[in-house]
């Protein structure tokens, strides 16, 4: 009996897979540049994440320095004392006072010995002993 010849087809993918299999340092080197190929992806997305934080933390600080220009233009009008009087006199209606109007009030207050007053071990005693001598 003559054997026939026919192509057994898990014969050739044996033969494949033994190939596959003696090539052990190929198939780690390509599992390790398929990791090191994934890990830069992933790094690269992080990085692109990012900076589109950055650059929207720019954007934010313009916005701000714009608002803080503005604000400080703002200030700069408001200390002025020019605009102060001309928005008193125009909106509110107030004027300044003639000499007529200005009336001086003397206090009465004494004259304190210089001496006295600015020494800080005399200055207690000379305010206690006051306290008696005023009704």
């Known amino acids: 009996m003559a054997k026939r010849?026919?192509?057994n087809p898990n014969k050739s993918y044996n033969i494949y897979r033994n190939q596959l299999l003696k090539n052990k340092p190929f198939i780690l080197t390509m599992a390790i540049v398929i990791m090191v190929?994934?890990?830069?992806l992933i790094m690269y997305s992080?990085?692109?994440?990012?900076?589109?934080?950055?650059?929207?933390?720019?954007?934010?600080?313009?916005?701000?320095?714009?608002?803080?220009?503005?604000?400080?233009?703002d200030i700069k009008a408001v200390k002025s004392s020019a605009q102060?009087?001309?928005e008193a006199m125009y909106k509110l209606g107030m004027v300044y006072p003639s000499e007529d109007q200005i009336v001086y009030i003397?206090?009465?207050?004494?004259?304190?010995?210089?001496?006295?007053?600015?020494?800080?071990?005399?200055?207690?005693?000379?305010?206690v002993l006051r306290s008696f001598t005023r009704d």
């Not at 990085?47 to 589109?52: C, N, V």
């Open 37 to 40: 190929f994934a890990a830069v």
């Open 106 to 127: 003397d206090s009465g207050e004494e004259e304190n010995l210089a001496d006295i007053n600015y020494n800080v071990f005399l200055s207690p005693i000379v305010s």
């Open 5 to 7: 010849l026919t192509k």
């Open 46 to 73: 992080q990085i692109a994440g990012l900076d589109r934080e950055i650059l929207k933390q720019k954007a934010e600080i313009e916005e701000l320095n714009k608002t803080k220009t503005t604000l400080v233009g």
């Open 84 to 86: 102060i009087a001309e």
